[in-house]
């Protein structure tokens, strides 16, 4: 299968014709809901879900960004029920992170609160490859006397120890991130996640020269983000209007015949 490129059409398809254990990361995020009907086209999650399956490494990764739409006042529950079938087929769920929109929609005239998340799903095949993202920690440089502070700072020999840490630069990010929404209102596609989130995610969970697959790339985003940190790709998206920009904004080509 050709690389850094974005294959036209039904990502089963073109999924059924990788090589068993050939991708190193997917990031992806799929219609869900009463949004299944995809520009004309529908979403078959089982299938889609066995085949990430089938063509992840082990120790590969898939990162399933999802949420739940309310339909009659009820959450739908489907980001669980996809995130059970994932364990059931296979997959280890490594993570449930989130991503925490910092410019969510305000809900006025309703009786919930205004929704400012979705899920990043983490699924390993295996133990994953983890180059973990850190931030400088609030109190870097300062120091704590340990000593008498009750079972913490005890010995083995049950006495209180006189010892002087000091607190390290930086330490690994927690499992909530935020991202603004949007941010790419003239590339002409309804739902495009923030470009940091996929770059987030590929950074974290692949190296330079691995494989990087969206089977939904939609506008793109992973796929551009696949390229600027020197990783490999593949795209699959069945909008032919969706491959148009993707082709204007990656620079990829696109593949209509399989």
Known sequence: MKTNVCYLGDCLDVMKTLKDNSIDLTVTSPPYDNLRTYNGYTFNF??????????????????????????????TGTSFKQ???FKEIGFNLH????????????QFKCNRYTSSFEYMFVFSKGKPLCNYLTTKCKTAGSKKNRNNKGSFSMNSADRPRDEITITKENKILDNVWDYPVGGHKDIGHP???????????????????DIILDPMAGSGTTL????????NFIGCEISSEYCDIIKERVGCEIIKEI
């Open 46 to 75: 089982e299938e889609i879900a066995k085949e990430l399956y089938r063509i992840t490494k082990d120790g590969g990764v898939v990162v399933w960004v999802v949420g739940d739409a309310t339909i009659k006042g009820s959450e």
């Open 95 to 106: 993570d449930t992170m989130i991503w925490r929109k910092t410019t969510p929609v305000p």
């Open 224 to 231: 551009k983000m696949a390229k600027k940190n020197n990783r």
């Open 191 to 209: 739902a495009t996640f923030p470009e940091k989130l996929a770059e987030d995610h590929i950074l974290s969970w692949s190296n330079e020269g």
């Open 83 to 85: 995130a059970l079938y």
